[in-house]
């Protein structure tokens, strides 16, 4: 079994930047693709970024291209999202997930997701 736990959400104006964790327990964690969700008030959770066990693979929505950046430490079993040029549309619960296998965008084919924790982004 695998346990997520997620850290460094908080209130932050527009333009301002936050840093997301996620650590993961369990061995082989460079087995394994990460990603992070979100989602926000009445809409379903969704993709943002992705990446790879290895770290040489990356995948961002559209929305987040060129302001966040996802990367991982295999060696402390952690997961980063650097945000940076927050907007109030990035108001949302965000988590993050583990597969067991190559990355991928399908929310159906993680298999272990963390708690989340809230960034809202005032205006």
């Known amino acids: 079994q695998v346990q997520l736990v997620e850290s460094g959400g908080g209130l932050v104006q527009a333009g301002g930047s936050l840093r997301l964790s996620c650590a993961a327990s369990?061995?082989?964690?460079?087995?394994?693709?990460m990603g992070w969700f979100r989602q926000a008030p009445g809409k379903e959770r969704a993709v943002e970024t992705a990446?790879?066990?290895?770290?040489?693979?990356?995948y961002y929505s559209n929305s987040v291209k060129g302001r966040f950046t996802i990367s991982r430490d295999n060696a402390k079993n952690t997961v980063y999202l650097q945000m940076n040029s927050l907007k109030p549309e990035d108001t949302a619960v965000y988590y993050c997930?583990?597969?067991?296998?190559?990355?991928?965008?399908?929310?159906?084919?993680?298999?272990?997701w963390g708690q989340g924790t809230q960034v809202t982004v005032s205006s």
């Open positions: 997930a583990l597969r067991e296998g190559a990355l991928t965008t399908s929310y159906s084919s993680y298999d272990y």
């Open positions: 369990g061995r082989t964690f460079s087995r394994y693709a």
């Open positions: 990446i790879s066990g290895s770290g040489g693979s990356t």
